[in-house]
């Protein structure tokens, strides 16, 4: 009796031993990749707080008394940012994230609702170099993250739109709508890419370039809001 005892003890604890292994394996698996997945993202979202803080509070969008010609010139104003932006970044070289700020783009979008809105004044471009340059691929990742964080953001804008200014549809928004029902997945998609293209010695260079943007942005599009707020 006593061997074959021995025999089912040793494999039940040979049993137990690699089942705990595995578990440990899975969950230490498990926590480098939330500790990977958040880093980059957290740590921008950290170091750019207070910037977004300031912007909420200075774009009139979210106002009360918001009106339909303040949100025409701060649609062309947000117009004249992304011209310049999606300029400079489509000279990126690197393959993958070339394609996303491509298929990303929003060009479109704020020149199809300033169309539709009738808009007809001629929009004015940032100067280039409110931008941070795009030579390293975090700067392009740390900017990105400004602007595709903002969609989330976004949703609220439009739903305030339609409640403000009767606007219906996605017609003379479809920027603010952005992606829509897909925003979540979009959103998840882009950490997933920004953590994976930037190596941990970059994430300097890319939180330089997410305050750049913040600030640009703020300066372009918020530059005339005491004068067309009340408009
Ligand atoms: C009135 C204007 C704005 C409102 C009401 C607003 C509101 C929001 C809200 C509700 C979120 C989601 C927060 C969360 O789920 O944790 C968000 C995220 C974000 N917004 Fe805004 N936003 C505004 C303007 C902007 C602008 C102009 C930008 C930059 C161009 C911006 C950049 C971001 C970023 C980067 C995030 C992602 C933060 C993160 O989770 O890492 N927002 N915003």
Redesign the pocket.
């Known amino acids: 009796m006593q061997p074959t005892h021995r025999i089912v003890t040793d494999s039940y604890l040979l049993w137990k031993i690699i089942d705990s292994w595995v578990k440990c394996s899975i969950w230490a698996r498990l926590g480098s990749l939330v500790g990977e997945y958040l880093l980059i ?1 957290q740590t ?2 950290l170091h750019t707080a207070e910037l ?1 803080s300031r ?2 509070q200075r ?1 009139p ?2 106002d009360a008394a918001l009106t339909l010609n303040s949100y025409r010139e701060t649609l062309a104003a947000y117009c004249g940012f992304y011209a310049t932006w999606e300029f400079a970044a489509a000279n990126i070289l690197h393959p993958v994230l070339a394609a996303a700020v491509r298929e990303r783009s929003k060009l479109p979008l704020l020149e199809a609702d300033l169309a539709e809105l009738n808009y007809s004044e001629v929009v004015e471009p940032l100067p280039s170099f409110l931008l941070p340059d795009f030579r390293q691929d975090a700067q392009l990742i740390g900017s990105m ?3 595709e ?2 969609t ?2 976004g949703q ?2 439009a739903r305030h739109l339609e409640r403000k200014l009767g606007l219906k549809n996605g017609v003379g928004y479809s920027f603010f709508r952005g992606y829509g029902s897909q925003t979540s997945e979009r959103w998840t998609a882009f950490k997933a890419l920004a953590e994976h293209l930037t190596p941990p010695d970059s994430i300097g260079a890319a939180i330089l370039a997410a305050r750049q943007t ?1 600030v640009a ?1 703020e300066e372009w599009v918020c530059r005339d809001v005491a004068t067309v707020a009340s408009q």
């Open positions: 993202v921008l979202k977004h912007i909420e774009l969008l979210m993250y400004v602007l964080g903002s989330l953001g609220l804008i913040f942005i």
